[in-house]
Antibody
Framework: EVQLLESGGGLIQPGGSLRVSCAAS????????MSWVRQTPGKGLEWVSS????????QYADSVKGRFTTSRDNSKNTVYLQMSSLKAEDTAVYYC??????????WGQGTLVTVSS | EIVLTQSPATLSLSPGERATLSCRAS??????LAWYQQKPGQAPRLLIY???NRATGIPARFSGSGSGTDFTLTISSLEPEDFAVYYC?????????FGGGTKVEIK
């Protein structure tokens, strides 16, 4: 059974940094691209970032480019989203998702990141 | 950036009725359009990919059609568990983008 478990969310002050993680199980992690998608409470979905299966390629939304970094450790079956220079508008539930041809076929339960003083 | 516009914002229907949801792209996405379902408090679930292909385990009452800039998700006969929010997403070009969603609510 495919499982994705995000962790690391919480309350962080504006300008701060936070790393969220997504631990995968139930599939051959190193064979799959992965993505991060966020959702502001009560609002729609926003793609944040994607990373290729071997970690060599990454893509970012303009809203986070230069502030967020996606990486992965295939030995640990984990993908990371390092967030810095956080703003109030980054407050959201962050989902990791397994990507197949950049369609998100499995999603984690999400982790809430709140940016507030 | 390709903008996806979903309509209507809200669709009020009764169980057993047919639901037709629209997703329009600001430029051609070829057939690289997916649909997701999201229920309150849950993560989205992939329903349809590449316009018309049902994802694993998705019932046959869900179908997708369209090409280029105009796409449709059809639910042939609404079951109680189908009342949810539906999003479209394109993978034709970076950045990946989602539509604003259509809420299917019980009339």
């Amino acid at each position: 059974e495919v499982q994705l478990l995000e962790s690391g969310g919480g309350l962080i002050q504006p300008g701060g940094s936070l790393r969220v993680s997504c631990a995968a199980s139930g599939f051959t992690f190193s064979s799959y691209d992965m993505s991060w998608v966020r959702q502001t409470p009560g609002k729609g979905l926003e793609w944040v970032s994607s990373i290729s299966a071997n970690g060599a390629g990454t893509q970012y939304a303009d809203s986070v480019k230069g502030r967020f970094t996606t990486s992965r450790d295939n030995s640990k079956n984990t993908v990371y989203l390092q967030m810095s220079s956080l703003k109030a508008e980054d407050t959201a539930v962050y989902y990791c998702a397994r990507s197949v041809n950049w369609n998100q076929d499995y999603w984690g339960q999400g982790t809430l990141v709140t940016v507030s003083s | 950036e390709i903008v996806l516009t979903q309509s209507p914002a809200t669709l009020s229907l009764s169980p057993g009725e047919r639901a037709t949801l629209s997703c329009r792209a600001s430029q051609s996405v070829r057939n690289y359009l997916a649909w997701y379902q999201q229920k309150p408090g849950q993560a989205p679930r992939l329903l349809i990919y590449d316009t018309s292909n049902r994802a694993t385990g998705i019932p046959a009452r869900f179908s997708g059609s369209g090409s280029g800039t105009d796409f449709t998700l059809t639910i042939s006969s609404l079951e109680p568990e189908d009342f949810a929010v539906y999003y479209c997403q394109q993978r034709s070009s970076w950045p990946l983008t989602f539509g604003g969603g259509t809420k299917v609510e019980i009339k």
